[in-house]
């Protein structure tokens, strides 16, 4: 008799969503039986964040081996630092924002040491996701790393974040929306395969997050939820063993704007109008991604950027480019005409462009 195999996936054993939580991380980690630790922040967190974080540390009697702060995303760098790391090393922590964090989640995916995330913004899903985006032979790619052990975040410091950073984790949270239709589009063309269980996960993290009631986007809950639906998404990736159900097209027109712009945006403000863009394609929830973008205020935001319409319809034609092996949307030429045309044609657009 044929056995058949089980799946085996990773989930974070240690989930703190909560206000003042890096008060209470030597806690949380001592409960968690972790008492020697490597902690990575980021520029200039110590001094806002760092003594609070060493304080809590110490009185849980969880000894610091090294702390430092680290600003690269250098693979050869990185490389270096995790084969230096003490040997009595447990964990790994990255305090800070997605630089410091994809590092010191390499750092522990090298030394296969739990990893420990600590997000001081909410600007995307990387503080929750299985990859880090490196610098590798001097360009940004995405390399494969580990779910983190554990993932903290301290709602008071998130909100404390500049505005930008909550506006690109909304643009990136209702990405999830185009993205699961684009898996399912390809699915239909014979280039994927959907798992259920992770377009489940992902639909049910997304949908909870456009329904949360809010009277400003720095109200507790809604950044709770913010945050929970960030982290759902990154297990839904490790359920599917790809980044499938959190990143289409939407991604795809993003990625392709950090290779042609000299400063791109912060990843999900561009991954937001992206998105708004794509269900306008996909004829698919286009009013309600219009709407969470509306009333947040993340149109008011991305409408002070001066934007230019001509670097994302060069982005829409490179986008196919970017992961040749997919079939989102964007792979067929009819439908790329037709984003290109909805820039000008569609009137939140045109006035995110400055066209109005």
Not at 1 to 22: C, Q, R, V, Y
Not at 29 to 44: A, E, M, P, T
Not at 195 to 208: C, G, P, Q, T
Not at 316 to 330: C, E, G, N, V
Request: proline fraction near 3%; hydrophobic fraction near 40%; charged fraction near 20%.
């Amino acid at each position: 008799m044929n056995k058949i195999s089980g799946s085996h996936i990773a989930i974070p054993t240690l989930l703190k969503i909560e206000a003042d939580a890096l008060a209470h991380i030597g806690a949380y980690l001592k409960d968690s039986g972790l008492h020697q630790v490597v902690i990575y922040f980021g520029n200039g967190l110590i001094d806002m964040f760092g003594y609070k974080v060493l304080d809590s540390l110490k009185e849980a009697d969880i000894e610091v081996l090294e702390y430092c702060e680290l600003d690269t995303v250098n693979i050869d760098d990185i490389i270096g630092l995790a084969f230096g790391l003490p040997n009595a090393t447990q964990a790994v922590i990255g305090l800070g924002g997605g630089k410091v964090i994809d590092a010191a989640k390499y750092i522990g995916y090298l030394r296969k040491l739990p990893f420990i995330s600590v997000p001081t913004s909410s600007s995307s899903d990387g503080f929750s996701s299985a990859s880090a985006s490196l610098i590798v032979n001097g360009r940004r790619s995405s390399v494969p790393a580990r779910l983190a052990y554990g993932i903290i975040a301290d709602t008071n410091v998130i909100k404390s974040a500049p505005d930008k950073f909550l506006y690109s984790g909304i643009g990136d949270m209702v990405s999830k929306i185009t993205a699961l239709y684009d898996w399912k589009f390809e699915e239909a063309h014979g280039a994927a395969q959907v798992n259920d269980f992770a377009l489940m996960i992902a639909k049910k993290a997304v949908n909870s997050f456009v329904r949360t009631p809010f009277e400003s986007i720095h109200d507790d809950l809604f950044l709770k939820e913010l945050l929970d639906s960030l982290a759902m998404s990154g297990i839904a990736n490790e359920i599917a063993g790809s980044s499938a159900p959190t990143s289409g097209s939407e991604h795809l027109i993003s990625h392709a704007l950090d290779k042609l712009l000299e400063t791109p945006q912060l990843h999900g403000v561009q991954v937001g109008i992206a998105t708004y863009l794509m269900s306008l394609v996909q004829n698919h929830r286009y009013q309600r991604i219009h709407t969470v973008l509306d009333k947040t205020g993340f149109w008011d935001y991305v409408c002070t950027l001066s934007l230019n319409a001509e670097d994302y319809r060069r982005a829409i034609d490179l986008a196919p480019s970017i992961k040749p092996f997919r079939h989102t949307y964007l792979h067929e030429e009819a439908y790329r005409e037709q984003a290109k045309r909805l820039l000008t044609e569609d009137a939140t657009l045109r006035r995110v462009f400055g066209q109005c």
